[in-house]
DNA sequence: GCAGTGATCATA
DNA sequence: ATGATCACTGCC
């Protein structure tokens, strides 16, 4: 086996967010906690593309919290929702093109809610790079999911995006 | 089926 | 300052 894990690099995310969220599937997603490292292999992201996905927060234009959409792929999104929920997003594409990946389910946690609540993952990761030095990063373990395996839906809880919504730009783990 | 919960943003 | 909205979850 010549395989070497490693973590991702800026370079992978800096691709269209459909790449990035087919590809994400199978990484691994590792939060380290004091000694502890928490590792889950994803297994549920979405897409939202660019400023012409009316889904996609960054197609309301730039306000604070979009911010880091337009800055450098490979940074997290980390937003607040429903007055309790964290959800987490990698950024993607290129400087100004505001897109990025929901990490909608890794491992036994599937809900971006429940994930981000399992990993203690929070605002403080907003903007920080994807990288071992934040303590939250993602793996290349060498896993392959079959693409028999991952099936594409339409995204969840967008419905308020007319066409958008009913695009296939959620990538899922069939169960079995 | 829907209540809970509060940051965010537009409007003023 | 106020009100609407929300990339969800858990309980009814």
Known sequence: MDF??????????????????????????????????????????????????????????????????????????????????????AVTDDIDHPAAVLIRGAGPWTGPAKLTKAMSIDKSFNTLPIAPATELWIEDRGLVIRPRHIRRTPRIGVDYAGDWAKKPYRFVVEHA
């Open 4 to 89: 070497k894990p490693h973590s991702l690099e800026r370079g992978f995310f800096a691709r269209p967010a459909l790449t990035v969220a087919r590809e994400l599937i199978g990484k691994v997603l590792c939060r380290r906690i004091g000694r502890e490292v928490l590792a889950e292999v994803i297994n549920e992201t979405e897409a939202y593309i660019g400023p012409q996905d009316l889904a996609a927060h960054g197609s309301k234009g730039r306000t604070a919290r979009t911010e880091v959409m337009f800055g450098p792929a490979g940074n997290w999104y980390v937003y607040f929702i429903y007055g309790i929920h964290w959800m987490l997003n």
